[in-house]
């Protein structure tokens, strides 16, 4: 037994050792919480308290799953295939194995994976007649996914749906449940659902897993939602005895429907239900604690903790004052090249709010010739939407290009099929010519007579952009592309949350390619395309093992690094702009900070840029989280070539003075944010933007090329725009 309890700290010792009833483990990042459980396990089996199969763990992931059940393995020195360690979803895909006959199923019954699902639930709108430009499959397939996760189904929805498009969904969820059960099927959130519905709803097989287990564990309790909750209600039996480690701080995923709830009324739910709290942290230095300790205390939704470490305050943390996202690319990039004598690559991580914003990153990383690995998406210029505007802009350069015309023909959406383009493709290869050509001349081809009405369209655009090409800046160039497609709209109409982050790709996508602009002023579309085919060349990638990392901050969860670099802390990009008038979105935002910064070892580097050029719009506020940690632990570094407006006034020495700022020259003699009478850009004018569409100019600061406005938009909201790149016109 000493073996099992003698390295363990005080709190983590009673945290094994307290067996009887309800537990709460708040286990702080980096405080030894996976320790906690494996020891909790072994030290149960040890004592005889349970036999294995009495015993359930479970988590969030396989690779979690199957490290716990390891360690416990090791720990015992002996193989225990009878041990229940497992995700949420592989647990109950096992109970229905052996009791699906309850519902009406087989024992051997599919599971359907995302994309099967995508694909039936877009079966189901076909086969309704309903369109699918007012109910993307993918958002509908999210919908029905939320209401299984609540508990509730197809009859329940229904009788609850008010209006005409939640009727609408009504209808597809319960033609897409009907379709499933006609499969035989199951998809991934059905097994949570159901297994819920046979515990609850048929008292013999409750009974018997009630009786079955006597301990159960579920680690990273602050991630679950409300059917997982009730899944382990109805698996506990009159013992209570029930142990789950989580910390509020990282309940990070309640886009995705986490309730953290469940671990902050734990003691409601659970009564008599003890509570420990571990606060020792066994990664991170002093200073690092106190940085994320100072943001995370700003939230109301936690439970007090203090995590403190037992060794040396280490460095303070870094802040990176930079103008643009490009600058902050190379000084992030010089200081991972900084480190490499005191870390390997593959120490060192860059963390995103947004995947949209890797590009520049990438690209420094490329040119430098540094081996680096996206964890948590694929490379930017691989992601579909930016294959897809690429695919135009290589068609517009070359119409020889057939791979480029197959991929956007009928992108967006333009009726034409694939027996079409198989039509196509059959009379190039006949004409000796290329399928552009060939859809030009469609009307000389009885084969695509009755097409040509829809073919037209596309074959005008392209020629329209090819006899811009050679004049115009790249930037202009798919700016106006993107806006004559409608793209945004598209993207947007999609999926609400996935669409949103694919409009940040080609937000940064246009970025690059003002930044191309700007650097070469005789550059034209070829030379473009030329220039970031270095970067979509994966083949000249040499996979090496010490490789820096490139991640989401959610994708970060459960990972640590000796150096870490939160970038682009921005106010509207993160924390995102949605936080600012939601409450709990901007403490789920505050978590996320608490869990980039809590991944470091031994240094933080935080960047903001002044500048950050998102379709015209520029956030030029640091961001809150900045502000929420102390003075003393900041080592600030300012790298801006301008003195810059600073909004956020009431914090000592994050930039210069705002006043100053506003009349001081750079070494052009370009003046900042001085009020231009000349301008047609005045308050109160209503103008048109190419994307966002009518607006009111509300306020304006500087001329010229430095000309900013802010705007509201009708449906989106105040924007802030550089009139510059906005292209906007007065019309009232």
């Not at 509730?152 to 209808?171: D, H, K, V, Y």
């Not at 970060?556 to 949605?578: H, R, S, T």
Request: with cysteine; proline share 3%; net charge negative.
């Amino acid at each position: 037994m000493n073996r099992l309890l003698d390295d363990l700290n005080p709190h983590q010792l009673e945290a094994v050792t307290a067996t009887d009833g309800p537990l709460l483990v708040i286990a702080g990042a980096g405080s030894g919480k996976t320790r906690v459980l494996t020891r909790r396990l072994a030290h149960i089996l040890t004592e005889q308290l349970a036999e294995p199969y009495q015993m359930l763990a479970v988590t969030f992931t396989n690779k979690a799953a199957g490290e716990m059940k390891q360690r416990v393995n090791q720990l015992m020195g002996t193989e225990i295939p009878e041990l229940n360690v497992s995700t949420f979803h592989s647990f109950c895909a096992r109970l229905l194995r052996r009791e699906a006959a309850a519902i009406g199923y087989d024992s051997q019954f599919t599971i359907f994976d995302q994309e099967d699902s995508l694909t039936l639930v877009k079966n189901c709108v076909k086969e309704l007649g309903i369109a699918e430009s007012q109910f993307p499959a993918k958002g509908q397939q999210g919908k029905i996914s939320d209401a299984k996760n609540q508990l509730i189904g197809p009859e329940e929805f229904a009788s609850q749906s008010s209006g005409w498009f939640e009727s609408r969904t009504a209808l597809i969820y319960s033609l897409y449940q009907k379709k499933l059960r006609g499969c035989d099927g199951m998809d991934f959130d059905d097994l949570l659902f159901n297994a819920v519905t046979i515990l609850k709803s048929n008292r013999e097989i409750g009974e018997k897993y009630r009786n079955r287990f006597r301990y159960i564990l579920v680690d990273e309790y602050q991630d679950t939602n409300r059917v997982q909750y009730l899944l382990l209600k109805y698996l506990l039996g009159e013992h209570q005895n029930i142990c789950v480690v989580g910390d509020e701080d990282q309940s990070i995923y309640g886009w995705r429907g986490a309730d953290i709830r469940n671990i902050l009324e734990f003691e409601k739910d659970f009564p008599g239900a003890k509570i420990i709290k571990l606060e020792q942290n066994y990664r991170s230095t002093n200073n690092i604690l106190k940085a994320a300790s100072a943001v995370i205390r700003n939230n109301s939704a936690r439970k007090a903790k203090t995590l403190w470490a037992d060794s040396e305050d280490g460095d303070k943390v870094t802040l990176l004052a930079v103008d643009s996202a490009e600058d902050e690319a190379v000084r992030v990039i010089d200081q991972t090249e900084g480190l490499r004598g005191q870390s390997s690559l593959k120490e060192t991580v860059i963390l995103y709010r947004t995947n949209a914003q890797s590009r520049a990153f990438e690209e420094q990383l490329r040119r430098r010739n540094l081996p680096y690995q996206i964890i948590g998406g694929v490379s930017f210029y691989q992601r579909k939407e930016i294959k897809d505007l690429i695919a135009y802009l290589k068609l517009i350069a070359n119409p020889k290009d057939d791979v480029s015309f197959q991929r956007i023909i009928n992108y967006p959406k333009r009726g034409i099929g694939d027996k079409t383009i198989d039509t196509i493709a059959q009379l190039a290869r006949e004409k000796g010519c290329s399928m552009f050509q060939v859809a030009q001349d469609g009307s000389l081809h009885s084969d695509l007579f009755g097409k040509i009405k829809r073919i037209e369209p596309f074959t005008r655009l392209i020629e329209k952009y090819r006899s811009r090409a050679d004049a115009e800046p790249i930037d202009i160039l798919a700016g106006d592309l993107v806006a004559e497609l409608n793209l945004i709209e598209e993207l947007r109409a999609e999926d609400a949350t996935l669409g949103e982050s694919r409009v940040e790709n080609i937000e940064a996508f246009i970025e690059g390619a003002a930044e191309f602009a700007r650097h070469h002023a005789e550059g034209k579309l070829v030379d473009y395309l030329a220039d970031i085919s270095l970067y979509t060349d994966l083949d000249s990638y040499r996979e090496v093992e010490d490789k820096l990392t490139l991640m989401s901050l959610h994708s970060a969860k459960g990972l640590e690094f000796d150096n870490v670099f939160i970038v682009g802390l921005e106010e509207g990009l993160f924390p995102l702009q949605k936080a600012m008038v939601d409450p709990m979105e901007l403490e789920e935002e505050r978590r996320l900070f608490y869990v980039g910064a809590t991944r470091a070892r031994k240094r933080l580097f935080l960047s903001t840029a002044t500048t950050r050029y998102r379709f015209g719009e520029v956030q030029s506020m640091p961001s809150r989280f900045i502000k929420e940690i102390p003075e003393s632990l900041l080592d600030r570094r300012d790298w801006r070539l301008r003195q810059h407006y600073e909004y956020a006034t009431d914090q000592p020495g994050l930039f210069a003075a705002a006043a100053a700022a506003s009349a001081s020259a750079n070494g052009k003699g370009e003046r900042y944010y001085d009020y231009d009478d000349e301008s047609p850009f005045k308050v109160g004018r209503i103008v048109s933007h190419p994307t966002f569409g009518r607006g009111t100019i509300l306020q304006k600061d500087g001329y010229g090329d430095s000309l900013r406005l802010e705007i509201m938009f009708t449906g989106l909201g105040v924007k802030k725009i550089m009139a510059k790149f906005a292209k906007l016109k007065v019309i009232g």
